[in-house]
Nanobody
Framework: VQLQASGGGLVQAGGSLRLSCAAS????????VGWFRQAPGKEREFVAS????????KSADSVKGRFTISRDNAKNTVYLQMNTLKPEDTAVYYC??????????????????WGQGTQVTVSS
């Protein structure tokens, strides 16, 4: 499966963005999908994940209540709605597809497919 992340950009603190992760080559319904981010000089960190049918989601404490992950399997796309953005949310955001669910979806190594990343910059 090939993943294409999009929707990043420059936004002021307090603003919103919606990222999209579009899949091609195979149906996304067979995969758990996660969003990760990596800021300059930092390790890649887990942001959120969603189960195959969309019934289960996980999110990092740093984004709880602000970011929402969702999926539309008919469109083969997963979304990350980001509200109340903060300067510390600035990073390259990546979507990934894998098979591990629940707490195992927090770990990057459980994902076998990655998109190319989309830059999110939040100005203060």
């Amino acid at each position: 499966v090939q993943l294409q992340a999009s929707g990043g950009g420059l936004v002021q603190a307090g603003g919103s963005l919606r990222l999209s992760c579009a899949a091609s080559g195979r149906s996304l319904v067979t995969y758990v999908v996660g969003w990760f981010r990596q800021a300059p000089g930092k390790e890649r960190e887990f942001v959120a994940s969603i189960s195959r049918n969309g019934g289960g989601t996980k999110s990092a404490d740093s984004v709880k209540g602000r970011f929402t992950i969702s999926r539309d399997n008919a469109k083969n796309t997963v979304y990350l709605q980001m509200n109340t953005l903060k300067p510390e949310d600035t990073a390259v955001y990546y979507c990934a597809a894998g098979y591990a669910s629940g707490v195992y979806s927090y770990a990057p190594f459980t994902y076998g497919y990655w998109g190319q990343g989309t830059q999110v910059t939040v100005s203060s």
